[in-house]
């Protein structure tokens, strides 16, 4: 993924695309409020982490296509966010952090090759080191890093540039939606993309753990099976009480999901919001990356 620095370092993108199994979600960041959604046919893309995701990518040049406007030959920046289930992403601890950008890379692709089903030594790798909480007694430093196929990540951006855009940003849905979760104290995001549940623990702006399953057939009991050991690791690990929880993608099943964990977890449930939109399941990455933006 590309780096998270590129969010610094280069010129900030005209356009930004979302891309799922269920769709193309597309916005110039000049009209954030202009944002669209043009829906894929099952099977053009497959989120996975182990084989290509674009499987018709004629359909998919099509469809970006007639989602911008022309622009010539002029080349255009664009912010590329891709599926959750297409990476691996890890909170890590390490004793000490080497300084050397190229000694960074090589040690978190050591740490987790051993978590992910592709071969980590050609893998693209992005990382972000964690601010120390100011009242911490431990010295190890925290890092952020995400893992993916360098494969994926190239197919994913060929019909971008084989219509002139330049993709100067490319990060995962859940982590930039996470610009739209007001984080304080002990939080918790959980977004469900078709099978994919996705869930990131917050203790206030620090993410502490990042978690995504694939489900299979009985969604409302598999999730809790994987959200109340996640309750309890805030409890009995950060010692500290879940203080609210964000969801986003539940359609029908939210109202009634929210009202037993809010009942249970005594903890406001709360769906996620945007000044551009209505987040969901297929833009919510979009509308996170807008808000961290536009004007």
């Known amino acids: 993924m590309g780096s998270f620095a590129n969010l610094f370092k280069d010129p900030p993108p005209t356009h930004v695309f979302e891309l ?23 099977g053009v ?19 970006i296509r007639a989602a911008v406007r022309a622009n010539g030959k002029q080349r255009r920046r664009a912010a590329l966010i891709l599926p959750d289930y297409c990476a691996r992403v890890a909170v890590l601890d390490f004793d000490s952090f080497p300084e050397s950008h190229e000694e960074r890379l090589a040690l978190l692709r050591f740490r987790m090759k051993k978590g992910v089903p592709f071969d980590a ?9 964690q601010p120390r909480k100011k009242d911490a007694d431990d010295t190890k430093v925290e890092v952020l890093a995400a893992i993916v196929a360098s494969e994926i990540v190239t197919r994913y951006e060929a019909p971008f540039r084989g219509l002139g855009f330049q993709p100067g940003m490319v990060t995962t849905s859940t982590l930039a939606a996470l610009n739209l979760v007001d984080a304080d104290e002990s939080s918790m995001f959980v977004k469900l993309s078709g099978r994919v549940l996705s869930l990131i623990v917050l203790q206030g702006s620090l993410i502490k753990l990042a978690r995504c399953i694939e489900l299979d057939t009985d969604l409302a009991e598999e999730i809790d099976s ?24 539940f359609d029908d099943q939210r109202l009634a999901l929210a009202h037993r964990w809010q009942t249970d977890w005594r903890a406001p449930v709360e769906p996620l919001r945007s000044k551009f939109g209505t987040p969901n399941a297929n833009n919510a990455g979009l509308l996170g990356y807008l808000e961290s933006v536009a004007s």
């Open 20 to 42: 799922s199994e269920r769709g193309l979600a597309f916005v110039e960041v000049a009209e954030p409020g202009q944002a669209g959604f043009t829906p894929f046919h099952a």
């Open 45 to 63: 893309v497959q989120a996975s982490p182990v084989h290509d995701n674009i499987q018709q990518p004629a359909v998919v040049e099509e469809r």
């Open 226 to 249: 994987i959200l109340q050991p996640t309750v309890a690791y805030i409890e009995d690990e950060l010692k500290a009480a879940l203080r609210r929880v964000w969801l986003c993608g």
């Open 121 to 129: 030594e050609t893998a693209v790798v992005s990382y972000a080191i």
